[in-house]
């Protein structure tokens, strides 16, 4: 087992906040939904699409990427190279070694005009 799936795991916690409060955030792929303030639990190895919408706003989106974490290049240096392999291959496969960025969803819904006649 690598290092970085020993430490840090699959999944990675994300701060999810809107103002005003009580938005609905849907998280893709997957069909995880939750209300703002929220903490959201993802892949750390998947692209996730992160969209915000409460009533009378307009919706916002942003894309969580997976970038290589310290525990990426840690694995590079510090381990023996025979156990080197193994636990690289494992933290790759199973995507202990990324961070999604940005770690924290933070919007300002912006109010839909309403239709005057």
Request: proline content about 8%.
């Amino acid at each position: 087992m690598g290092c970085a799936t020993m430490m840090r795991g699959p999944m990675q916690v994300v701060s999810v906040e809107s103002w005003p409060a009580g938005a609905r955030v849907r998280v893709q792929p997957g069909a995880k939904t939750a209300e703002t303030p929220a903490l959201v639990t993802m892949w750390r190895k998947s692209e996730h699409m992160v969209v915000v919408d409460h009533e009378g706003y307009q919706p916002a989106s942003i894309v969580l990427v997976p970038k290589r974490s310290l525990c990426f290049w840690r694995n590079l240096v510090w381990i023996h190279p025979v156990v080197f392999i193994t636990g690289f291959i494992v933290d790759i496969s199973t995507g202990s070694c990324f961070n999604l960025e940005p770690d924290r969803v933070s919007v300002t819904l912006v109010p839909v005009a309403s239709a005057r006649h």
